[in-house]
């Protein structure tokens, strides 16, 4: 594997200029910015103020959440955006899933995203987690195979409401 080492770290304000950098890149590229606690639509200063309290403590009817940056430790560039939510409600436990993730388009192909998953692992194992539930669209072929490469274990297909129901892969991984 030819990746730097990378860290998952939470949100801080000296990652500002990194975060910013990231979601304009994903503007550029349109891609999904999975995983990202909703970058997308929120400025860098309200999207920390929602990681810091609004995952822990979520008034928006969603479960907790810990919304991590995967850093590269060189040089301290933002290299994925991952979500982990402690729990399971309705909708996640149908198609949504315990973890989201993202890897900045330039820095694809190099096993960031496999890497990110199993450090999320290691966190969700320390916080009790004993089963992950993993999904994805059935078209996103790289991110199946970042979940099989994790040791994700298919289920089944199902429709998701959130997304005009596109079929949604969930696969299980125990810890
Ligand atoms: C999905 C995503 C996170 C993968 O990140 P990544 O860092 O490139 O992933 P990795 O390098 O760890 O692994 C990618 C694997 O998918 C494979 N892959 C990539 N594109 C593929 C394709 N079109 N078809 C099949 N396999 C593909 C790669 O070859 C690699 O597998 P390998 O190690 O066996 O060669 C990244 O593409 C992304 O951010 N996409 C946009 C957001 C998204 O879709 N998030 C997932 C939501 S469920």
Redesign the pocket.
Known sequence: MNYMAITLIQPNEEHRDEVEAYKAAFVVSG??M??CGALEKLTFDGWLERARDGMANPSWGKVPATQFMAVDQTDGNVIGMMQLRHTLNDALLESGGHI????HPA?????????MVRLCLDQAREMGIDKVLI???ED????A??IE?SGGVYEDTRPNPDKGGTPTKRYWITL
């Open positions: 891609d999904t999975a995983g989201g993730y993202s890897v820095h694809r192909g190099k096993g960031y995203a496999t890497e999904v994805c669209d996103n072929a790289a991110s195979r970042v490469k």
